[in-house]
């Protein structure tokens, strides 16, 4: 102890032998007791009863040389038990402005309440200290007491749980059961020892108990009752400072107690802040809400002050001195109905006044990633789910999810491809080279139709076999990650740009020579064989021209099993049959149009196509890999000068190296690819339109999946600031998704809000290179019935299954044995496993406590039949449920 120190308490001792020589003041009684939480672990409780205008002083002080001494509680060392924290304060605290000591000093008036939360090994063996503290009131301090105290604990049977002993003794009629908790009280000052103090316990048994239930003591977290959700937000004060506003959400036929409330009675509502230098309180916390005073029955008709139902707020104007440091604390509550009481209830709190954000209260999420099972394997099985998707609750259409439901698209985008190749510089003048040459090996006219048959049937057996190898190697599962993975969208985004440059004019892109030399002399020996490898070369001497329309055909199509065979089917069928055609009829060779400069146009015109098209991959790949370089600013800005300079192009304004020189003269079908070029440039600046619904830009319609989601952006705010902060503090993936929709992106966070707020779930499985996801969030949920109808009936979980972060461990499938890596295998396991599917967009309507309420459905273009699939769903929902998580 220093100087300064001992000196004050000397003369503190002077003073009041002097002044009051015949009195013995002892202002201050103490009383203990203590509560089991769990097996091993008890929390000590040290109630201090105060008398009027005395204080004593909180256990967290300013440092100063002279300054009150606080309260203060040391446990003897012993191997059979540890502190667990530090001792919380409670009662009624308040911190104000002291000019006898000249500083803010945190006091307790009438009641302070100290809990300290011990794990012990050895019930047999007591726990012992002594607590010290020091009190004042307006006139006079008494020196330092010390008081010593011993716990003899005894572990509680299992049968309902006594309310919480800190803050008042056994309710009225409510038999202790455990041993009396005693007290030596010893005044050091003096040398006199005080007498021994026994806790009072009611043992009249003729009181009927109210039910008290700690969730502690109760099974598994969905059978716990916490009928009180806190919520917690900053708002400015006109006098300058800040307010505090807490928010208890009650369960109907609920209610909790004022903090006015005797501490006799039921708990009353509390609010503890760590003590700290950087804020100051300002005045009493201020109730508001249905506040009643009344007599209460479960605690033998004690007048009580209640808020029978919610919401009821509780503001704390605060002063704050440095804005760096959170203020902390918790709120202690306990929550009645007419039968029975839960709690009392700690929630911690945390506000942060240099961003603006809070937290309150850390409710235990359960983790997807915790259903490992004994041997390490991960089974994402939901039974609930798996069940009732084969037999939903109701009925809202059978929309059933065939797979590859669009290959007659996929051969429509692979046959377009065909038609395009066969208009470039390496193909077209192939068409008389190859009638010449069945021409001449043809001995009739019949002999020249079957040989014309051959060839045709050849190149596309070449090409189907390529998509079928694809397949082959690859798998299903490897095609859809293939068009998603990050380091395979570079890849196709380097290769797309340099097969651009080569459209361009600026180098010659071909296949070994000497395959084309060997194939060339196979096709010498006539016949089948001949005829088929005539076939073959045409292949490999157009791979300059066809590789990257095939790239892009099977990049595209390797969403599903049948795409790669269904899209090389489309493109060889519509390389196959003009040859086919032309050989079988020459004559109709005088009606195409002859070789020329044009077909370099229509190269360089499928350049700049390629270019644009490379941006599309490097998007992906930025998107699912969070790398923030192509946002939609610069994406859309890109394909704005492609396009322009495409238009340049084609108005001959720039040249590339085997363009025709001299003035080019516009012809008709020129002018007209000038005015779809100029059209595109326009429609595309139509893209920064802003949308006060989406904050973002509007998407455009026809550049849904190949454009990045318009939230993705750089100059607009983002929306995700305009997120609930409390309801983000304590779901860390509540965010904000397509078009500004609230949703969440773990599953189990958006199940617990769903179970919060009582609502059904739009389930999401989507993904950041899925184009049928775009086209949904783009030209359906954007529609204004859809996206409310979203927005406030239904909670929102996107799961993106090409989502590339990496998980912290591994993880082994269940399921195949597979090993899943990233958070977007995870989902794609969880989808899988229970709903029978591997492919996006996937939507499927569950109930809060996961049950499927109607048959899930995938892209569907109807903005109308995807708004009755949601109204369904609702009526469902309020059909089977009346109340959350009790079905009807």
């Known amino acids: ?144 007491t010390e008081v010593d105290f011993s716990f003899k604990l005894e572990a509680a049977k299992k049968q309902p749980v006594t309310p919480k002993a800190e803050t008042a003794p056994a309710l009225p009629g409510q038999k202790e059961k455990s041993a009396p908790t005693t007290l030596e009280k010893e005044n050091k000052s003096s040398g006199d020892q005080g007498s021994l103090i026994e806790q009072q316990h009611p043992t009249d048994e003729s009181v009927e108990n109210p039910t008290m239930f700690n969730p502690a003591d109760q099974g598994p977290a969905s059978q716990m009752v916490q009928p009180v959700r806190w919520d917690l937000k900053i708002e400015k004060s006109a006098d300058g400072n800040y307010q505090l506003v807490y928010t208890a959400n009650i369960d109907e036929g609920w209610g909790i107690y004022s903090q006015d409330s005797d501490i006799k009675g039921p708990v009353p509502t509390g609010f503890n802040f760590e003590n700290g230098a ?33 919401p009821v707020t509780f503001t704390q104007v605060i002063k704050i001195t440095d ?81 590859d439901k669009n290959l007659l698209l996929t051969f429509v985008f692979g046959f377009l491809g065909g038609l395009l190749a066969l208009l470039t510089p390496c193909v077209f003048p192939m068409i008389p080279l190859t ?35 694809i397949t082959g190697v690859f798998g299903v599962t490897a095609l859809q990650n293939l068009s998603t993975d990050a380091i395979a969208n570079t890849i196709f985004f380097v290769v797309f740009v340099v097969f651009a440059l080569s459209f361009f004019g600026y180098y010659e892109i071909t296949l070994p020579s000497s395959w084309s030399t060997k194939s060339d002399k196979m096709a010498e020996r006539g016949g089948l064989i001949g005829t088929f490898f005539m076939a073959f070369t ?103 000068l492609i396009f322009g300079a495409m238009t340049l192009y084609l108005f001959g304004i720039i040249k590339f190296p085997h363009d025709t020189k001299g003035k080019l003269k516009i012809k008709p079908v020129r002018w007209g690819f000038i005015a779809l070029s100029l059209a595109a440039t326009i429609y595309l600046l139509t893209g920064f339109r802003y949308n006060d619904q989406t904050k973002s830009y509007s998407p455009l319609s026809l550049l849904s999946g190949l454009a990045p989601p318009t939230q993705y952006n750089v100059f607009l705010a983002d929306p995700k600031t305009d997120v609930d902060p409390v309801i983000q503090a304590r779901f860390p993936s509540y965010t904000k998704c397509a078009n500004n929709l609230d949703c969440f992106k773990v599953y189990e966070e958006g199940v617990q809000y769903a179970k919060e707020v009582n609502k059904p779930i739009l389930l999401d499985f989507t993904g950041y290179g899925c184009v049928n996801c775009r086209k949904t969030e783009e030209n359906i949920w954007i529609v204004d019935k859809v996206w409310k109808q979203i927005q406030d009936d239904y909670v929102l979980i996107s799961l993106y299954t090409d989502d590339r972060k990496k998980l912290e461990t591994p993880l082994i499938s269940v399921r195949d044995g597979s090993k899943l890596r990233t958070t977007g295998s995870l989902w794609q396991e969880f989808q899988i496993v229970n709903f029978e599917q591997n492919s996006q967009p996937l939507y499927v309507l569950i109930t809060p406590d996961e049950k499927v309420m109607a048959a899930p459905r995938g892209y569907n273009s109807d903005v109308n039949k995807y708004s009755l699939f949601l109204e369904c769903g609702l009526e469902v929902f309020k059909d089977n449920y009346s109340q959350l998580g009790m079905e009807k």
């Open 278 to 310: 950087h804020f100051e309180l300002m005045d009493k916390v201020i109730e508001k809400g249905d506040r009643k005073e009344e007599t209460d029955p479960l605690f033998d008709n004690a007048l009580v002050v209640k808020y029978p139902h919610g």
């Open 1 to 144: 102890m220093s100087m300064k120190r001992l000196f004050f308490v000397f003369s503190l001792v002077v003073l009041v032998t002097g002044l009051q020589a015949q009195k013995i003041f002892e202002p201050v009684t103490w009383e203990t007791s203590y509560k089991q939480v769990s097996d091993n672990e008890f929390d000590l409780v040290f109630t201090a009863t105060i008398e009027k205008n005395w204080v004593i002083y909180s256990q967290y002080l300013p440092e100063a040389d002279v300054r009150p001494i606080p309260t203060g509680f040391y446990f003897d060392k012993g191997d059979h038990y540890e502190t667990v924290g530090k001792v919380k304060e409670g009662g009624n605290k308040k911190t104000k402005y002291d000019k006898v000591f000249d500083m803010d000093l945190t006091k307790f008036y009438e009641t302070g309440i100290f809990t300290q939360r011990i794990k012990i090994s050895d019930l047999s063996q007591p726990v012992t200290g002594y607590l010290e503290f020091m009190c004042c009131d307006d006139e006079r301090c008494l020196p330092p």
């Open 323 to 403: 804005s760096k440091t959170p203020v902390t604390g918790y709120i202690e509550y306990m929550s009645c109905d007419d039968e029975k009481c839960v709690g009392p209830f700690d929630v911690e709190f945390s506000a942060d006044f240099s961003n603006f954000t809070t937290s309150i209260g850390k409710e235990e999420i359960p983790d997807i990633r915790e259903t490992i099972n004994a041997d390490g394997g991960y089974d994402p099985l939901n039974p609930g789910l798996n069940s009732t998707y084969i037999n939903p609750l109701g009925n809202c259409g059978e929309e059933s999810i065939v797979k």
């Open 538 to 640: 045409l292949a490999i001497v157009s791979f300059s021209c066809t590789g990257p329309i095939i790239g892009s055909a099977l990049v595209q199509s390797a969403t599903s099993s049948l795409g790669p065979f269904v899209v090389m089917l489309g493109f060889s069928t519509a390389l196959a049959v003009p040859f086919a055609l032309f050989a079988a009829f020459p004559g109709w060779l005088n009606s195409l149009p002859r070789s020329g400069g044009w077909m370099n146009s229509v190269k360089v015109v499928l350049g700049f196509l390629e270019l644009a098209l490379a941006l599309k991959f490097l998007s992906v790949a930025d998107m699912t890999s969070h790398w923030n370089l192509l946002p939609y600013e610069v994406f859309m800005g890109l394909w704005i």
């Open 435 to 469: 009638v010449s040459f069945f021409t001449k090996r043809s001995k009739d006219r019949a002999s020249g139709i079957r040989n014309a048959l051959i060839y045709g049937l050849s190149i596309i057996v070449i090409y189907v076999t390529i998509g079928l190898l």
